[in-house]
């Protein structure tokens, strides 16, 4: 059997590493502006500030995440003053997520300074590279969405 260096040899956890480097770039940028935020919690809040008020169940189908994950992040969010859950006038159990004035602040700090963080990422890459590497990344993406899940059994 041929030796495998897992880390250098296969795409799959090159891309983990990618992920992981970059989770921990943003959250230590985030603790040095003084956000008590972390990189993962971000989709929600920007869900809420593109999209406006959103219930969990939607927030979780435009996000591709679990209800219970985004249940815990809503909590997080709330308890940090970021967002407000209200019951729905109609039925009780469903809940909207708005922003409350501390998280659209928070909002917009984010939209403007995620925009500066990606293009200071990835500084070492040309305009082409960068449209060449969307690209692949968009027709993986879109690939390993249609592999049915036995592949992974």
């Known amino acids: 059997m041929e030796k495998c260096n897992i880390n250098k040899d296969l795409l799959l956890f090159k891309i ?7 989770c921990n770039k943003a959250n230590k940028s985030f603790s040095n502006e003084g956000m008590n935020l972390q990189v993962e919690q971000i989709p929600v809040l920007m869900v809420i500030y593109y999209n406006g008020p959103q219930s969990q169940q939607e927030i979780a189908h435009e996000l591709v995440r679990d209800k219970s994950s985004i249940l815990r992040t809503v909590s997080f969010l709330e308890t940090a003053g970021y967002v407000l859950a209200e019951p729905d006038a109609h039925d009780k159990r469903k809940k909207f997520i708005n922003l409350t004035p501390k ?10 300074d995620m925009g500066k963080m990606d293009g200071k990422m990835f500084s070492n890459l040309s305009i082409a590279e ?24």
């Open 16 to 22: 983990f590493n990618i992920h992981k480097i970059i």
């Open 103 to 112: 998280g659209l602040q928070l909002a917009k700090k984010i939209a403007g």
């Open 130 to 153: 960068k449209l060449i590497l969307t690209e692949l990344l968009d027709k993986c993406a879109d690939h390993i969405n249609n592999i049915e899940t036995k592949v992974f059994n």
